[in-house]
């Protein structure tokens, strides 16, 4: 803190030289000001986002199983599996595109979360069919194969 205030002061730094003299007890990505974990480069925060760009699928999958263990679910879906569900359904690339409007749906509400028994559903449906359990939502228009993954 003290020392990024000196640097700031002083008359004709360019910002890229203050940055590359951030304290190096900090975070390596520019402009955060957070302390880098033990042993790490860069701060928790960071290491989290720079995960979840690096591992979009991964990050999904752990937030499904966190999500299915906070609620009590069963999960029983392996990362494999959930790969080759993304593959299929395009889940990563819709939820990605607005993060609230895709959510993972049970076909059969009592059963785990499992390969066979998960489906991409858009929210809106998703709550149609809380309020109406046995209401059948039709499956997800089927996507172009042709399309690389
Ligand atoms: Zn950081």
Redesign the pocket.
């Given at each position: 803190m003290y020392v990024e205030a000196e640097y700031g002061k002083m008359a004709g730094v360019a910002a890229k030289r203050v940055c590359s003299r951030k304290s190096p007890e900090l975070?390596a990505?520019p402009f955060?000001r957070?302390k880098h974990a033990a042993q790490k480069r860069?701060?928790n925060?960071?290491r989290k986002r720079r995960y979840r760009e690096n591992n979009p699928i991964k990050y999904l999958y752990d937030n499904l199983r966190t999500h299915a263990r906070e609620r009590g679910k069963g999960f029983e879906i392996t990362f494999e599996e959930f790969q080759k569900f993304c593959a299929e359904t395009k889940y990563h690339e819709l939820k990605g595109r607005d993060p609230d409007s895709m959510t993972i749906d049970r076909r059969d509400p009592s059963g785990p979360y499992s390969y066979d028994n998960i489906r991409p559903l858009d929210h809106y449906s998703n709550s149609i069919r809380q309020d109406n359990p046995d209401l059948s939502v039709p499956s997800p228009e089927p996507f172009d194969k042709n399309e690389p993954f």
């Open positions: 975070c990505t955060c957070n860069f701060c925060t960071c």
